[in-house]
């Protein structure tokens, strides 16, 4: 890993609030299909599941006499990839992406796809490193 991705990954963990013991789960996390077999798409599955649980009860806490109905639209409004890839985008996210040479010459550091699901990815990474309660604290 080159010096400029060490301090590329060093500066979304200060963004984020949150320094990995093991570095190599947010590697994983930032690492597109594009780049090779080993890649993102496993903890991006389990990323969606936490972040979809923390914004659910995080909703369910904010309003008590919201209805299902209600609460589940919020929340499908959250994590949707759009609101997902802002949040990622005011993250710089993009600079940290270990993306494969097409995707880094057609502008995958900017997709949206590709920032929400690495986004989802890094909240898994973090659950994985430190644990559910730290996970829904940096979430």
Do not use: W
């Not at 972040?51 to 209805?67: C, G, I, K, M, R």
């Not at 890839?85 to 993250?91: K, P, Q, T």
């Amino acid at each position: 890993m080159s010096a400029a991705s060490k301090a590329a990954l060093r500066q979304l963990e200060t963004r984020i609030g949150y320094t990995f013991t093991d570095q190599s789960l947010l590697i994983a996390a930032l690492t597109h299909r594009s780049a090779g077999k080993s890649n993102n798409e496993r903890l991006e599955f389990l990323g969606d599941s936490l972040v979809n649980h923390v914004v659910a009860a995080d909703l369910f806490q904010q309003f008590p006499e919201a209805t299902e109905g209600q609460l589940s639209r919020l929340r499908a409004k959250i994590v949707r990839g759009s609101h997902l890839a802002e949040i990622a985008l005011r993250l710089d996210l993009g600079v940290a992406l270990v993306l494969g040479t097409g995707e880094r010459k057609s502008g995958g550091r900017n997709r949206h796809s590709i920032l929400a699901d690495a986004l989802e990815a890094m909240a898994a990474a973090i659950l994985l490193d430190a644990g559910f309660e730290v996970a829904c604290d940096v979430l």
